[in-house]
């Protein structure tokens, strides 16, 4: 029943003093505002761009292309890898350079020669915005997003390339069978900047392949497959594991949330400056009244305890203010992608990630440093002699 009346007189004393409360509850409101902004939005991006990535990159996907030490992938080469225990498919490719003729004058693309079924397996987000995959023939492409949007290129339109090759140039032109939805880079390529055709259309121009990837049963089969190509070719390819990109763009992000979170915590600096000084001065101005309070009965634990429970009501409505702020913020900035120019975030629709743990520990954050900042105040109250403290003018 005390602690109740404590409360009480606590939220009494804050209502009279209600300019330097409310002043001190904003700054300890800062610091939780801003670690729940920081944590839910990076989480909110991370959660969307590991789902977007894990969208066009499959986890079983090993990418092996040639060092220039050691053996090219050659069709030996390439079977060689495809047989390894646990390897489901291989899946060899060409890039080719080329520039295309647009409105706005030659553009650099790539072709991007490949056995297009065995493709979409690799790369599962690849799909259709119109149009159809091409038979596989020499003289059909499936172009990338930006040869619609920024060159002008539809389904069923031809378009003419200039193609450079181990130092030979040559012209060929392509019917456009269909235009691919916006993609992104993979293996290093700008498919929305290529021309996907066939993988015979490559093989016109060297018996070796600019890569291969390999695409594994299961994840858990991934390490021993890259250990047996180590093993047998040692350095002479450079090899790319899906999984391991994703989980260190999961890590970096992890990172960049903790550092963040610590720069933002720098703000509970000024709630806990904040609350000393305000209990101080209320300490000072109350002189008489805890004198008053002394003489009627009150003990030093009980002065202490009073000043204490003022600091947790402050800290509790501070944090309380703080979250919701840190909330409004979170949502705001995700819908609006505030102050993210990333060019990859463009059309992603991104919600914050509210832990309900998180929440309760921030909160939980500005009451007990309230309660630290006001110990000194408050034992310094508790000192007070009600003789003297009563003559205080």
């Known amino acids: 029943m005390r602690l109740f009346k404590f409360i009480s007189f606590a939220i009494k004393s804050v209502k009279e003093r209600r300019t330097r409360a409310l002043l001190t509850i904003l700054g300890i409101a800062v610091g939780p505002a801003a670690i729940v902004a920081i944590n839910s939005m990076v989480e909110g991006y991370s959660n969307t761009?590991?789902?977007e990535i894990s969208g066009f990159l499959s986890p079983y996907d090993i990418v092996i292309t040639p060092t220039g030490v050691g053996p090219s992938i050659s069709q030996y080469v390439a079977d060689q890898l495809s047989s390894i225990p646990g390897v489901k498919m291989g899946i060899p490719f060409y890039t080719i350079p080329a520039l295309v003729q647009t409105p706005q004058g030659r553009s650099g693309v790539t072709i991007f020669s490949?056995?297009?079924?065995?493709?979409?397996?690799a790369a599962p987000g690849l799909s259709l915005m119109q149009g159809k995959y091409p038979?596989?023939?020499?003289?059909e492409a499936v172009a990338g997003y930006d040869f619609l949007t920024d060159y002008g290129f539809t389904a069923g339109k031809p378009v003419q390339v200039t193609l450079f090759y181990d130092g030979i140039n040559s012209t060929k032109s392509f019917l456009i069978s269909g235009v691919l939805n916006e993609?992104?880079?993979?293996?290093?390529v700008d498919v929305d900047k290529s021309l996907v055709v066939p993988l015979s259309f490559g093989e016109q121009?060297?018996?070796y392949f600019n890569g291969i990837i390999l695409v594994a049963y299961s994840t858990s089969q991934v390490n021993s497959i890259v250990n047996a190509i180590k093993a047998r070719y040692g350095d002479s390819f450079n090899i790319v594991v899906a999984e391991e990109f994703i989980k260190l763009i999961g890590n970096t992000l992890t990172s960049l949330n903790g550092l963040l979170i610590s720069a933002g915590a720098t703000s509970f600096v000024v709630s806990f400056m904040g609350v000393t000084t305000t209990m101080f001065t209320s300490v000072v101005e109350r002189t008489r009244e805890i004198g008053l309070l002394r003489a009627l009965g009150f003990t030093r634990r009980d002065v202490m305890v009073m000043f204490l429970t003022e600091a947790f009501v402050m800290g509790l409505i501070g944090g309380g203010i703080g979250l919701a702020a840190g909330i409004i913020m979170a949502t705001i900035l995700t819908s609006e992608?505030?102050?993210l120019g990333f060019s990859f975030l463009k059309g992603l629709q991104v919600a914050p990630v509210f832990s309900s743990t998180f929440l309760l520990e921030a909160i939980g954050i500005?009451?007990?440093?309230?309660?630290?900042?006001?110990l000194a105040p408050s034992y310094r109250a508790s000192k007070q002699?009600?003789?003297?403290a009563l003559r205080h003018d």
């Open 337 to 339: 992608h505030f102050g």
């Open 366 to 374: 500005a009451v007990v440093l309230s309660l630290v900042a006001a």
């Open 49 to 51: 761009i590991l789902s």
């Open 114 to 121: 490949v056995n297009i079924d065995q493709l979409k397996v």
């Open 183 to 188: 993609f992104g880079s993979f293996l290093g």
């Open 205 to 207: 121009f060297s018996p």
């Open 385 to 388: 002699e009600p003789s003297i």
């Open 135 to 139: 038979p596989p023939v020499d003289y």
